[in-house]
């Protein structure tokens, strides 16, 4: 693929962004769409301990998606180098190795969990009367999962091979079906937790069926190939994708520390309150990586090619909007809190209606500056500055918003404070890690610009 052929390296910056950040949010948001949905139908139809057992798995969910990411965005980082670099024969290497091992690690995770069920069960402290509703759930989930993660992997991949179209489609037709679903699984047959994890694994199957039509694309430059020998090449792209999976680890090890906090001071209804909050906080990270997904294929590609000054432009576009989607729903969350958290919960629920937007009001500085951490991070990840992206991931996503909430829980929890302050409170720890988190990306940033620096991944093609 040449440069005058290849938009990301010779197109407009603006038109090309948006020719690549568009259809990603549109999917994105789709995608989003369908998790409030899914809150939405859950909250109201099963109802809040339902909503609080979703929550409570999770912690365990997020070491998938985890490793699926890191595959996903180091993979797709390191395809996209190669093919700015006019090597298709190293970037179809890497694409064939992720989905082989995502596809063994799925299915692998999946018989675990079902041999360990009920010591995952005791590590995730779900309280026995939550015990039913959850193994309801994850026991068709596990399975779905396969797909599901397998499709996520072959996303990024189409997307970095140009096809962003495609892709966009194919969370279009996921989401929407996972939607249509509910309303018949959930709405009207009354099936429960087991009608929305079979709502979203036949969804997942649809999904999987559209992206599937890249393989019979004659432009497409990835080809997939059974015999692999230079292992050490996935292994490579993997550390460049590692701070993706600090970010998704060290959320849901924040999200089961969060659990515990929550049910000792506000018991499973405080888990209901805040899985509402975590709605709003997952839609403005997935706004934000549909601008970053953008970031990485554009930069990943101009790294690869020495257009320096043409990667840092990208990179300040999407900071330029995701600062805008931080603001919005900042502002959003301050005037219209309770209107917002009363979506997911039905009219008998009103103590923790009122509880989710005492929460909102608690973590709201968080939106301002989130979504900027996650572009500086990726950023970093696609000049290939693996430890730096890693580093501000390990901070905005573990050490800092871990340190602070057990040091205010503490704090707040000593007799001074604990006439004083809500129960709440501790939550503040939330947005105070990102801003602190800021501090350091932008230091990351002007250390490591890339002027006159070359790929630090290797470059050379592969021997089959």
């Known amino acids: 693929m040449t440069s005058e052929k290849n938009p990301a390296l010779s197109g407009a910056v603006l038109p090309t962004f948006f020719y690549y950040a568009i259809p990603s949010m549109v999917g994105l948001i789709a995608l989003t769409t369908t998790s409030l949905v899914d809150g939405v139908f859950v909250g109201n ?13 999770v912690p365990l969910l997020t070491v998938l998606y985890a490793l699926a990411l890191m595959f996903s965005i180091g993979g797709s980082v390191a395809a996209g180098t190669h093919i700015g670099a006019k090597d298709p024969g190293s970037a179809s290497s890497v694409f064939s190795q ?71 489609v194919s969370l279009l037709v996921g989401s929407l079906g ?7 699984f959930v709405c009207q047959w009354g099936w429960g937790l087991a009608g929305a994890a079979w709502s979203t694994a036949v969804a997942q199957v649809a999904q999987a069926g559209v992206l599937c039509a890249y393989f019979f694309s004659r432009k497409r430059t990835l080809h997939f190939v059974w015999r692999q020998t230079r292992w050490s090449h996935f292994f490579k792209a993997c550390y460049n994708g590692v ?46 990586y549909g601008l970053a997904d953008a970031v990485h294929l554009l930069v990943s590609q101009n790294f690869g090619a020495g257009n320096h000054q043409r990667s840092r432009q990208f990179l300040f576009t999407a900071l330029i909007g995701s600062g805008g989607i931080g603001l919005i729903l900042s502002v959003s969350l301050l005037l219209f809190r309770d209107h917002l958290t009363g979506w997911f919960l039905s009219g008998e629920d009103t103590a923790i209606v009122a509880e989710a937007g005492r929460l909102a009001y608690a973590v709201w500085p968080l939106f301002l500056v989130n979504g900027v951490n996650v572009i500086l991070s990726c950023y970093l990840t696609a000049i290939h500055k693996p430890t730096p992206s890693a580093i501000v991931a390990t901070l905005r996503g573990l050490v800092l ?54 790929p630090a991944f290797p470059l050379q093609p592969v021997e089959d």
């Not at 139809?45 to 798995?57: C, E, Q």
């Not at 996972?178 to 018949?184: K, P, Q, R, S, Y």
Request: glycine letters at 6%; a negative charge; hydrophobic letters at 60%.
């Open 178 to 184: 996972n939607i249509a679903l509910d309303l018949f």
């Open 243 to 288: 701070s993706e999976f600090i970010n998704e680890i060290s959320a849901g090890f924040i999200i089961w520390l969060l659990n515990f906090l929550l049910i000792a001071r506000l018991g499973v209804d405080g888990v209901a309150a805040f899985s509402v909050v975590s709605y709003y906080i997952y839609l403005s990270l997935m706004l934000t």
């Open 98 to 168: 992720t989905l082989i091992v995502t596809v063994a690690t799925t299915s692998l995770f999946a018989l675990a969990s079902l041999v360990f069920e009920p010591w995952l069960f005791r590590l995730l402290n779900v309280p026995a009367e939550l015990v039913p509703m959850v193994r309801e759930y994850f026991g068709i989930l596990r399975w779905g999962l396969i797909i599901q993660l397998t499709t996520m992997v072959l996303y990024y991949f189409v997307r970095a091979d140009g096809h962003p179209i495609l892709a966009t």
């Open 45 to 57: 139809y099963v109802g809040a301990d339902a909503l609080a057992s979703v929550t409570l798995l």
């Open 401 to 454: 918003p871990a340190c602070f909430l057990l040091g205010l829980a503490h704090l707040f929890g000593q007799a001074p404070f604990r006439d004083n302050v809500s129960q709440w409170s501790f939550l503040w720890a939330l947005p105070l890690a990102e801003w602190i988190t800021l501090a350091v990306a932008i230091v990351f940033y002007h250390r490591f610009r890339p002027d006159g620096l070359e």
